[in-house]
C-alpha cells in the first residue's frame, strides 16, 4: 500500500477494523425481503439502512412515496467546507426476485463467496456506502458534506426514485454508484488483485404495446373478425428488425400475450419491448420508429397504443466523469488493486445523475457476479478493500474541488 495521509489512514484502518461488522450489515439486508414491487419489504430494508446511519451520527430524511418504497437520505454535514454541495453515494436496495426469495434462500457465505437475493446487486454496495459514510462520522477528515440515497425502485426503471435522484444530483459535486464490480476478463479473485468498474451504461426504454382487434367465432365467422394477435404477429419482425449491432441499439420483444380462447379471432392482444441505445440522441429516434410500427394497422380493423412504463438514461463519458475514474483508480492503486473500465449494456440510476451534468462513476461496490439469478455471488474478500479505496476516493475527489 503507497503512503496515505494521517486522516486517509485514519479512516482506512477504521474501515479495515469492521469487517465482521459489515458481513453483520450485509446479512441482515439480504435476508430482509425487499422485491421492487412489496413496498412493505423495501420499507423494512429502508428502515435496516436508517437505522444504521441514526446509530453513527448521521442525520436522516425519509422521502415517502404510497406506491412504491420511500427513498432514504442521509447526510453528514460539513459547515467549514469551503463548497458545500455534498459528495453523493448513491444505492438501490430493491432485487427482482418474488416474495419469500430470502427464506428459500437466506445469506450463506460458502468457500469465500456470500450468496443470496440482492446480495452483489446492490445492498453489498449499499452496505459499504453505509460504512464509509459512517467512517467519515467517527473520523473526520472529508473536505465536503456527504450525501448518501439510497432508493427502492431500480430493477424496474425507477419510476419514484427517478426525480429524487435527479433532484439529489443537481446539488452533488460528484456521485459514486456502488453497483457490484467485476473481475477482467480471464483473471481470478484475489490473485490477480484487479477489478473492472463501469465507464459507460446503455440507456433503456421499456414499453407496452396493447393491440386491439375485433372477436368473431373462428369457425362459423372467420371473416367477419379482426385478429389482435395477427396484427402483433406480423409487427413483431419489424421491431427487431430495428436492431443495429453496430450502433449499439437493440430491440426486443420480451413478452407476448392476447387473445380469448382458441376458438375465437382474438380481440386482443399485448407485448412488452426493451429497447437499449448508447447516446441520448438515439433515443427519440428509436422510440418513434417503435410507435409507427405498433400503430399502423397490419390487420385491417386492429388497433395499437404505445406505452413507456420505465426508462433509464444513457450513462455517457465526460471529461469530468473521466477525472473521476482517475481518481479513483488512483486510490486503488494506493492499496494495490489495478482498474480498469468497461462498457455494458446494463443500466443503473447512474444515468439519471450523469445526464444532470454531474461526475457520475459507476460499479464502485464489492465484486460479484451472476446478478439476477439464484447463483448471484459476492467476493467476501473484496468487501473491506472495496470500502477502503471508496472512501479514499471519495476524500480526494472532495480535496480537489477544495
Given at each position: 500500500m503507497s503512503a496515505l495521509t494521517p486522516e486517509e489512514k485514519k479512516v482506512t484502518e477504521w474501515l479495515a477494523s469492521r469487517k465482521e461488522g459489515m458481513v453483520a450489515l450485509l446479512r441482515e439486508l439480504v435476508d430482509t425481503d425487499s422485491g421492487s414491487y412489496d413496498k412493505a419489504g423495501v420499507d423494512r430494508a429502508g428502515d435496516v439502512v436508517a437505522r444504521f446511519h441514526k446509530a453513527n451520527g448521521l442525520d436522516v430524511e425519509i422521502v415517502p412515496d404510497s406506491r412504491f418504497g420511500d427513498a432514504v437520505r442521509a447526510r453528514l454535514p460539513n459547515p467549514t467546507a469551503n463548497d458545500q454541495r455534498p459528495v453523493m453515494l448513491l444505492g438501490h436496495r430493491d432485487t427482482v426476485f418474488p416474495q419469500g426469495e430470502p427464506t428459500r434462500r437466506p445469506f450463506t457465505i460458502k468457500g469465500g463467496r456470500a450468496y443470496g437475493p440482492g446480495v452483489a446487486d446492490m445492498k453489498a454496495g449499499v452496505m459499504i456506502s453505509a460504512f464509509v459514510a459512517a467512517a467519515f462520522a467517527e473520523c473526520g477528515g472529508l473536505a465536503a458534506p456527504l450525501l448518501m440515497l439510497t432508493t427502492s425502485d431500480e430493477e424496474i426503471g425507477s419510476p419514484s426514485s427517478r426525480p429524487v435522484i435527479e433532484a439529489a444530483a443537481r446539488e452533488s459535486r460528484c456521485v459514486f454508484n456502488a453497483e457490484p464490480s467485476r473481475l477482467p476478463a480471464g483473471t481470478e479473485f484475489a490473485r490477480d488483485q484487479k477489478q473492472s468498474v463501469t465507464s459507460g451504461r446503455k440507456g433503456g426504454v421499456f414499453m407496452r404495446a396493447e393491440f386491439t382487434g375485433k372477436p368473431a367465432h373462428?369457425?362459423?365467422?372467420?371473416?367477419?373478425?379482426?385478429?389482435?394477435?395477427?396484427?402483433?404477429?406480423?409487427?413483431?419482425?419489424?421491431?427487431?428488425?430495428?436492431?443495429?449491432?453496430?450502433?449499439?441499439?437493440?430491440?426486443?420483444?420480451?413478452?407476448?400475450?392476447?387473445?380469448?380462447?382458441?376458438?375465437?379471432?382474438?380481440?386482443?392482444?399485448?407485448?412488452?419491448?426493451?429497447?437499449?441505445?448508447?447516446?441520448?440522441?438515439?433515443?427519440?429516434?428509436?422510440?418513434?420508429?417503435?410507435?409507427?410500427?405498433?400503430?399502423?394497422?397490419?390487420?385491417?380493423?386492429?388497433?395499437?397504443?404505445?406505452?413507456?412504463?420505465?426508462?433509464?438514461?444513457?450513462?455517457?463519458?465526460?471529461?469530468?466523469?473521466?477525472?473521476?475514474?482517475?481518481?479513483?483508480?488512483?486510490?486503488?492503486?494506493?492499496?494495490?488493486?489495478?482498474?480498469?473500465?468497461?462498457?455494458?449494456?446494463?443500466?443503473?440510476?447512474?444515468?439519471?445523475?450523469?445526464?444532470?451534468?454531474?461526475?457520475?462513476?459507476?460499479?464502485?461496490?464489492?465484486?460479484?457476479?451472476?446478478?439476477?439469478?439464484?447463483?448471484?455471488?459476492?467476493?467476501?474478500?473484496?468487501?473491506?478493500?472495496?470500502?477502503?479505496?471508496?472512501?479514499?476516493?471519495?476524500?480526494?475527489?472532495?480535496?480537489?474541488?477544495?
Open positions: 373462428s369457425g362459423a365467422n372467420y371473416e367477419k373478425g379482426a385478429s389482435a394477435i395477427v396484427d402483433l404477429g406480423h409487427k413483431i419482425p419489424k421491431l427487431q428488425g430495428l436492431t443495429d449491432l453496430e450502433k449499439g441499439i437493440t430491440v426486443n420483444v420480451g413478452l407476448i400475450g392476447g387473445g380469448q380462447t382458441v376458438n375465437t379471432i382474438a380481440p386482443s392482444a399485448w407485448c412488452e419491448i426493451d429497447l437499449r441505445y448508447v447516446t441520448a440522441a438515439q433515443r427519440d429516434e428509436m422510440v418513434g420508429k417503435i410507435k409507427a410500427i405498433i400503430e399502423k394497422p397490419e390487420v385491417a380493423g386492429t388497433s395499437a397504443v404505445l406505452s413507456i412504463k420505465g426508462e433509464f438514461l444513457p450513462l455517457e463519458r465526460s471529461s469530468d466523469s473521466a477525472a473521476l475514474y482517475d481518481t479513483y483508480r488512483e486510490a486503488a492503486s494506493a492499496f494495490g488493486i489495478g482498474v480498469t473500465a468497461e462498457f455494458t449494456g446494463g443500466c443503473a440510476d447512474s444515468g439519471f445523475t450523469a445526464a444532470q451534468g454531474t461526475p457520475t462513476l459507476c460499479s464502485v461496490g464489492p465484486i460479484g457476479g451472476m446478478a439476477h439469478t439464484p447463483d448471484e455471488f459476492l467476493e467476501v474478500e473484496s468487501i473491506v478493500p472495496a470500502a477502503q479505496v471508496l472512501a479514499l476516493a471519495v476524500m480526494r475527489a472532495a480535496a480537489k474541488v477544495e
